[in-house]
Protein backbone atom coordinates (compact mmCIF):
# COMPACT_ATOMS: atom_id res chain seq x y z
CA UNK A 1 0.00 0.00 0.00
CA UNK A 2 1.01 3.59 -0.75
CA UNK A 3 0.22 7.42 -0.95
CA UNK A 4 1.52 9.39 -3.38
CA UNK A 5 1.14 13.42 -3.49
CA UNK A 6 1.10 15.66 -6.56
CA UNK A 7 0.19 19.46 -7.16
CA UNK A 8 2.93 21.01 -5.30
CA UNK A 9 4.48 24.23 -7.15
CA UNK A 10 5.22 27.72 -6.62
CA UNK A 11 2.96 30.36 -5.77
CA UNK A 12 2.66 33.90 -5.10
CA UNK A 13 1.59 35.30 -1.65
CA UNK A 14 -2.31 35.54 -1.69
CA UNK A 15 -3.03 32.74 -4.25
CA UNK A 16 -4.12 29.42 -4.63
CA UNK A 17 -3.35 25.92 -4.98
CA UNK A 18 -4.64 22.86 -4.80
CA UNK A 19 -2.17 19.46 -3.92
CA UNK A 20 -3.38 15.73 -4.13
CA UNK A 21 -2.87 12.77 -2.50
CA UNK A 22 -3.66 9.05 -4.27
CA UNK A 23 -4.28 6.30 -1.94
CA UNK A 24 -3.56 2.35 -3.58
CA UNK A 25 -3.48 -0.72 -2.29
CA UNK A 26 -5.94 -0.04 1.07
CA UNK A 27 -9.53 0.14 1.47
CA UNK A 28 -9.30 3.98 1.05
CA UNK A 29 -12.52 4.92 3.00
CA UNK A 30 -11.51 2.62 6.36
CA UNK A 31 -8.54 5.34 6.78
CA UNK A 32 -8.53 8.92 8.45
CA UNK A 33 -6.52 11.12 5.95
CA UNK A 34 -4.35 13.42 6.88
CA UNK A 35 -1.46 16.22 5.69
CA UNK A 36 1.05 17.29 7.50
CA UNK A 37 4.18 19.72 6.75
CA UNK A 38 7.62 20.48 7.01
CA UNK A 39 8.83 23.78 6.95
CA UNK A 40 12.56 25.14 6.63
CA UNK A 41 14.08 24.45 9.69
CA UNK A 42 11.07 23.41 11.62
CA UNK A 43 9.92 20.31 12.71
CA UNK A 44 6.84 18.50 10.86
CA UNK A 45 3.30 19.90 12.22
CA UNK A 46 -0.39 18.68 11.68
CA UNK A 47 -1.90 20.92 8.94
CA UNK A 48 -5.54 19.41 8.58
CA UNK A 49 -7.52 15.61 8.71
CA UNK A 50 -10.56 14.21 7.28
CA UNK A 51 -12.14 10.86 9.46
CA UNK A 52 -13.49 8.11 7.50
CA UNK A 53 -15.62 7.18 9.97
CA UNK A 54 -18.11 10.11 10.07
CA UNK A 55 -16.24 12.73 7.61
CA UNK A 56 -15.51 15.08 10.58
CA UNK A 57 -12.51 18.05 9.61
CA UNK A 58 -10.17 19.11 12.08
CA UNK A 59 -7.62 22.17 10.78
CA UNK A 60 -4.51 23.77 12.73
CA UNK A 61 -5.20 27.06 13.71
CA UNK A 62 -2.53 28.59 11.43
CA UNK A 63 -4.67 27.11 8.43
CA UNK A 64 -8.28 27.24 9.55
CA UNK A 65 -10.79 29.23 6.80
CA UNK A 66 -7.64 29.42 4.43
CA UNK A 67 -7.04 25.35 3.77
CA UNK A 68 -10.39 23.09 2.87
CA UNK A 69 -9.64 18.92 3.02
CA UNK A 70 -11.42 16.96 1.47
CA UNK A 71 -11.80 13.55 -0.38
CA UNK A 72 -13.05 11.21 -3.39
CA UNK A 73 -13.51 7.80 -2.29
CA UNK A 74 -14.16 7.05 -6.13
CA UNK A 75 -10.85 8.58 -6.85
CA UNK A 76 -9.12 7.17 -3.88
CA UNK A 77 -7.88 10.60 -3.64
CA UNK A 78 -7.24 13.15 -0.87
CA UNK A 79 -6.97 16.75 -1.61
CA UNK A 80 -6.19 20.25 0.04
CA UNK A 81 -7.17 23.23 -1.29
CA UNK A 82 -5.37 26.01 -0.27
CA UNK A 83 -6.57 29.64 -0.30
CA UNK A 84 -4.97 33.29 0.80
CA UNK A 85 -1.49 31.40 1.02
CA UNK A 86 1.06 33.12 3.14
CA UNK A 87 5.01 32.49 3.01
CA UNK A 88 5.13 30.55 6.14
CA UNK A 89 2.87 27.99 4.41
CA UNK A 90 6.10 26.94 2.18
CA UNK A 91 6.92 23.58 3.07
CA UNK A 92 7.18 20.01 1.96
CA UNK A 93 3.45 19.16 2.83
CA UNK A 94 3.12 15.16 3.61
CA UNK A 95 -0.18 13.01 3.38
CA UNK A 96 -0.73 10.20 5.36
CA UNK A 97 -3.49 7.43 5.92
CA UNK A 98 -3.98 6.25 9.71
CA UNK A 99 -6.05 3.35 10.68
CA UNK A 100 -6.11 1.15 13.91
CA UNK A 101 -3.39 -1.29 12.11
CA UNK A 102 -1.02 0.74 9.73
CA UNK A 103 -0.09 3.93 8.66
CA UNK A 104 1.24 5.03 5.67
CA UNK A 105 3.14 8.26 4.67
CA UNK A 106 4.02 9.65 1.27
CA UNK A 107 7.04 11.10 0.32
CA UNK A 108 5.87 14.67 -0.08
CA UNK A 109 5.44 17.28 -2.55
CA UNK A 110 6.92 20.65 -1.83
CA UNK A 111 4.59 23.85 -1.80
CA UNK A 112 6.78 27.65 -2.43
CA UNK A 113 5.22 31.02 -1.77
CA UNK A 114 7.29 33.55 -2.77
CA UNK A 115 6.55 37.36 -2.02
Known amino acids: AQVVESGGGLVQAGGSLRISCTAS????????MAWFREGPGKEREFVASHVHKDGSTYYADSVKGRFTISRDIAKNTLYLQMNNLKLEDTAVYYC?????????WGQGTQVTVSS
Open 25 to 32: GLTFNQYT
Open 96 to 104: TAISDYATF
